[in-house]
Nanobody, 120 residues
Framework: QVQLVESGGGLVQPGGSLRLSCAASGSIFSVYDMAWYRQAPGNQRELVATITSGGTANYADSVKGRFTCSRDNAKNTVYLQMNGLKPEDTAVYYC??????????????WGQGTQVTVSS
C-alpha cells in the first residue's frame, strides 16, 4: 500500500507565499514523475507543475516565475513553493506520483488535497 500525504495549505493574503509538501510512503521501490494539480470550485482539475526523478520541472504558464517545484528523492517528497500568490490561485491542490511498488508493479497515486485560499 502506498499513501501520499500533503501539508502546507492555508489562508494567505495576495502577494504572500506558501510551501506545500507531499510525502509518499509505503511499499515503494521507486518514484518516477511527481506533480501538483489544482482544482477550483466549478473548474476542472488542472496541471500546475511536474518534476521528473532527475529534478527537471515544468510549469503551467499561469504559475511560471512564481511557483517552484522541487523534490527530495531520499524522502520521496515533492514540494511546491508558491510566491506572489493571487486570488486566482485559490484551489484545492493535489499531489500526484507515478510509483513502482515493491510488489504489484507500477501505479499512479493521488494525495487527499490541501486547500489554498488567497484572500485579503
Amino acid at each position: 500500500q502506498v499513501q501520499l500525504v500533503e501539508s502546507g495549505g492555508g489562508l494567505v493574503q495576495p502577494g504572500g507565499s506558501l510551501r506545500l509538501s507531499c510525502a509518499a510512503s509505503g511499499s515503494i521501490f521507486s518514484v518516477y514523475d511527481m506533480a501538483w494539480y489544482r482544482q477550483a470550485p466549478g473548474n476542472q482539475r488542472e496541471l500546475v507543475a511536474t518534476i521528473t526523478s532527475g529534478g527537471t520541472a515544468n510549469y503551467a504558464d499561469s504559475v511560471k516565475g512564481r511557483f517552484t517545484c522541487s523534490r527530495d528523492n531520499a524522502k520521496n517528497t515533492v514540494y511546491l513553493q508558491m510566491n506572489g500568490l493571487k486570488p486566482e490561485d485559490t484551489a484545492v491542490y493535489y499531489c500526484y506520483a507515478d510509483v513502482l511498488r515493491r510488489l504489484g508493479g507500477r501505479r499512479n497515486y493521488w494525495g487527499q488535497g490541501t486547500q489554498v485560499t488567497v484572500s485579503s
